[in-house]
């Protein structure tokens, strides 16, 4: 399914920040439920509401990352700024959040393979666009069991570090910061500072991070 969302302004208390109202479309065809055990579908060309949610914070970024996984389709989003959570979809039904906070996400980024079956190895094929087609040695975009998000880690300095999303365990969400401190470039989205590289189906792929340094120009390292 293809999901969109419609952002609208939410006016607090004067003495803090708006909130938005996130609205989420989708223009497929849905099922909804008319009475208990009973669907019927929803099929329309212009974008049907199927949801919404308030963000407590007044800048959106990129924080609603729908994908599908095992079948089923979800969404990584941000209702808490200091948070990742996790949602159904179409249904919208909120699944839960990370199990620990205080990370503030801006963007969100899960790889996407196919598989190449080749006479005697199978491989994960990456970076290939979305407007891929499948063929006899090569199967349909997938996406990945892990991710990454982007963000500011909250008391830290204002740029946005790179952070690990473990996806194996859904409904459950794991970050980890396994990589270290990485900053994201300025010039740079996340899904393009990072490149996972082909691999084969039994194997864990090597990962490549563009990453902004900083440096005195005596030559110290002070990070960014």
């Known amino acids: 399914m293809k999901y969109k969302t419609k952002k609208t302004i939410v006016k607090t208390k004067s003495e803090s920040w708006n909130y938005l109202l996130v609205e989420i479309f989708t223009t497929e065809n849905i099922a909804t439920q008319s009475d208990p055990g009973s669907f019927f579908y929803i099929s329309?060309?212009?974008d049907v509401k199927i949801g919404e949610y308030t963000r407590n914070y007044s800048n959106f970024y990129d924080t609603f990352y729908p994908f599908?996984?095992?079948?089923?389709?979800?969404?990584?989003?941000?209702?808490?700024?200091?948070?990742?959570?996790?949602m159904e979809l179409p249904s919208c039904i909120n699944l839960g959040a990370e199990e620990s906070?205080?990370?503030?996400?801006?963007?969100?980024?899960?790889?996407?393979?196919?598989?190449?079956?080749?006479?005697?190895?199978?491989?994960?094929?990456?970076g290939l666009s979305d407007d891929?087609?499948?063929?006899?040695?090569?199967?349909?975009?997938?996406?990945?069991?892990?991710?990454?998000?982007?963000?500011c880690v909250w008391g830290d300095d204002w740029s946005y570090k790179i952070e690990f999303l473990d996806l194996s365990y859904?409904?459950?969400?794991?970050?980890?910061?396994?990589?270290?401190?990485?900053?994201?470039?300025?010039?740079?989205?996340?899904?393009k500072a990072i490149k996972v590289h082909d691999c084969y189906i039994n194997k864990q792929p090597r990962i490549t991070i563009s990453n902004d340094v900083c440096f005195k120009f005596s030559g110290e390292n002070i990070g960014c």
């Open 170 to 191: 859904l409904p459950t969400v794991k970050r980890d910061n396994r990589f270290g401190y990485i900053v994201l470039p300025e010039n740079l989205t996340l899904d």
């Open 68 to 86: 599908t996984y095992n079948g089923r389709d979800y969404a990584l989003y941000s209702s808490n700024y200091d948070e990742t959570r996790l």
């Open 132 to 151: 891929f087609k499948e063929t006899e040695k090569l199967s349909p975009l997938q996406y990945e069991n892990f991710g990454f998000v982007a963000g």
């Open 44 to 46: 329309s060309e212009e």
């Open 101 to 126: 906070r205080g990370f503030c996400p801006t963007q969100y980024y899960i790889p996407k393979y196919s598989i190449f079956t080749g006479e005697y190895t199978e491989q994960k094929i990456y």
